[in-house]
């Protein structure tokens, strides 16, 4: 299983653009990479995934380089309401192989 | 969308006794169900996988005996605590996959469930 390495925390102003990126050097060819959002005392909710170049849907952006060691979140202008903790998956969810959760990175969104 | 039930939300018990924590796909099937356990301002840990109609797989460090899944239809999977201890609260949640589902569709967590042992 491929291990993910993320930011433990990082701050940003309401209105602005974050960008969380996530290390996975040893990422399968039959992986794919999904972000999830978590906020205290609720599970994970599901904000995006991709396996390669960009994807954008109405929350979120991934980015990621050809040769798909790591990704970036993109959050545009995010509000406090955005403060989570923001977790980067990489497996082969197809095969229902268990993926394991790293660190996660705290964002605090300030007013 | 895919929707993951967890009841009951919260629980408090007293030490010794056993809970029993259910988790429903509402508008899916799953074969496979998973189980995390997460402490305070800590990232979820697998506990152990759920598949239905045979014994779960458990994680290492995990007790099959203490932790007790029983996944006995395509929608339904439930993990009871038994005997518990106060170092036995956390926060437990679940979550589960469309089998139907061909491509990398991600997983469906469900909203946890906070147990508390006094």
Known sequence: LAKTTQPISMDSYEGQEVN????HNNI???????????????????????YKTKVTNEVASLFIPADRKSSTLSLPRV????????????????SARQLTFGSGTQLTVLP | ????????SRVICKSGTSVKIECRSLDFQATTMFWYRQFPKQSL????????????????GVEKDKFLINHASLTLSTLTVTSAHPEDSSFYICSARDQMDRGNSPLHFGNGTRLTVT
């Open chain 1, 20 to 23: 969380i990126t996530c290390s």
């Open chain 1, 28 to 50: 399968a060819t039959n992986d794919y990479i999904t972000w999830y959002q978590q906020f205290p005392s609720q599970g994970p909710r599901f904000i995006i995934q991709g």
């Open chain 1, 79 to 94: 509000s406090l309401s955005d403060t989570a903790v923001y977790y980067c998956l990489v497996g082969d969810m197809f």
């Open chain 2, 1 to 8: 969308g895919a929707v993951v039930s967890q009841h009951p």
């Open chain 2, 45 to 60: 840990m697998l506990m152990a996988t759920s598949n239905e109609g045979s014994k779960a797989t458990y994680e290492q």
